[in-house]
Nanobody, 124 residues
Framework: QVQLVESGGGLVQAGGSLRLSCAPSGFTFSLYTMGWFRQVPGNERQYVAAISWNTITTDYADSVKGRFTISRDNAKNMVYLQLTSLKPEDTAVYYC?????????????????WGQGTQVTVSS
């Protein structure tokens, strides 16, 4: 049974930091590119970042570049998203996603598995 369980969301003031975690199971994690997306109610899901299976390649949406950092630990089957210098517009539900193969994608339809999401709220 495939599962991706996100954690680490919460309420934080603007300028603050959070670390999101994603614990995948039920598939061969090391063969998958991992991504993070976010969604505000009423809006489409938005790409945030992706990391290749071997951690060599990372990619970020322009809106978070320089503020967020994606990482993974293949030995522990974990993916992380470090959020810093948070802004109110970063408020959203953040989702972890897995895509078979070595290339990331900004399109959510390219990902095979999804978590349930974790809420991040940034107050001004």
């Amino acid at each position: 049974q495939v599962q991706l369980v996100e954690s680490g969301g919460g309420l934080v003031q603007a300028g603050g930091s959070l670390r999101l975690s994603c614990a995948p199971s039920g598939f061969t994690f090391s063969l998958y590119t991992m991504g993070w997306f976010r969604q505000v109610p009423g809006n489409e899901r938005q790409y945030v970042a992706a990391i290749s299976w071997n951690t060599i390649t990372t990619d970020y949406a322009d809106s978070v570049k320089g503020r967020f950092t994606i990482s993974r630990d293949n030995a522990k089957n974990m993916v992380y998203l470090q959020l810093t210098s948070l802004k109110p517009e970063d408020t959203a539900v953040y989702y972890c996603a897995a895509r078979r193969g070595g290339r990331g994608s900004i399109r959510d339809s390219d990902y095979d598995y999804w978590g349930q999401g974790t809420q991040v709220t940034v107050s001004s």
